[in-house]
């Protein structure tokens, strides 16, 4: 009888499993006992009469003290860095099992509230690694879902009571590649564009946002003796719809608002099943015109028009494009 060479994969798989776990309970053991060790030196420290100098001093004593014995990671900066863990995850059973302390790490250093929530609640759903996590923080993903949608909605979603409900709240603008490696400056075709998004597909989705999984490049669309062919298509299993995304390296004009309105009637009408939403557009632009997209779409419209950077915004100039938008929602 010949022996089941199958049992090969299945151990392998059940000792990686097994090691995975193992890894994942240790991390969070360490996540644990930094948060017990910050809370004894937050309690320590508020029995002191000057409680700054006494913290400063208490720091740098336990410092001298533990780095003998236990190794480098219990310096004066990642003591202070467990006081503040302490401070910012007061309940310990609130912690996320799945998050290591490279993931806590990057969300202490956010100073708001509402905005540490949101990208904590983020990474638990998605499961996104901590580099993951640190590009989100990097391409300020909060910050731009502001500009895109209501700040309730953001909100919302922030303290994990609600799941992405309208096309809207799944698009950002602007939507930052700076993983595709193109400068700004150079010239680039829109195939050029495609290729680059195709080849870094997965970090494209991550951009897009929850739920996304990639359905077809370049489908033909034949209508009536005419040939079309729509640049990328997706799913997004949480909205229950298909979202088409159409590329231009120029500035929108309404001609391009058009044919991606007629691929989302082609898809609404033709390939959506009865069960699900109504098609989503996404015209990926180098630039736009706010007032000729609004005037080139019926109201209520599924078409949506976001700018591309191949850069990482500044906060600043984030800031700058909200405080641009509140004025002209005001």
Request: hydrophobic letters at 35%; glycine letters at 4%; aromatic letters at 10%.
């Amino acid at each position: 009888m010949e022996i089941n060479t199958n049992i090969i994969a299945d151990i392998q798989s059940i000792i990686q499993k097994a090691r995975a776990t193992a890894v994942r309970a240790v991390d969070h053991e360490r996540v644990v006992m930094y948060w017990h060790i910050g809370r004894r030196i937050f309690e320590e420290e508020q029995g002191g009469h000057d409680r700054a100098a006494y913290g400063e001093r208490l720091i740098k004593y336990l410092s001298e003290k533990l780095q003998p014995q236990f190794g480098g990671g219990f310096s004066s900066r990642n003591l202070n860095l467990f006081r503040q863990f302490y401070r910012c995850f007061p309940i310990v059973h609130a912690l996320r099992a799945q998050l290591s302390w490279s993931h806590y790490r990057s969300l202490l250093t956010l100073d708001n509230h509402d905005q540490r929530e949101f990208y904590l609640n983020e990474t638990s759903k998605n499961n996104w690694t901590s580099r993951q996590l640190e590009r989100q923080l990097s391409s300020h993903l909060y910050e731009r879902l502001l500009l895109s949608t209501d700040k309730e909605s953001v909100l919302a979603m922030a303290r994990n009571v609600q799941q992405p409900r309208e096309a809207k709240d799944i698009i950002k603008d602007p939507m930052v590649l700076e993983f595709l490696g193109l400068k700004q400056e150079e010239a680039y075709f829109e195939k050029d564009l495609e290729s680059a998004l195709i080849t870094h597909i997965q970090e494209f989705m991550l951009e897009l946002g929850n739920g996304y999984s990639f359905t077809a490049r370049q489908k033909r669309i034949h209508l009536d003796g005419d040939d079309f062919f729509v640049d990328l298509v997706f799913y997004n299993r949480l909205l229950q719809c298909f979202v088409i995304v159409e590329l231009k390296t120029h500035k929108v004009t309404h001609q391009d608002i058009g044919q991606l309105q007629m691929y989302v009637n082609y898809y609404d009408r033709v390939e959506r099943l009865p069960h699900e939403n109504p098609t989503v557009g996404i015209l990926l632009c180098l630039e736009k015109n706010d007032t000729v997209v609004r005037y080139s779409l019926p109201e209520n419209s599924n078409v949506f028009a976001s700018k591309y950077k191949l850069y990482l915004p500044t906060p600043e100039e984030l800031s700058t494009e909200i405080a641009q938008v509140t004025e002209h929602l005001g």
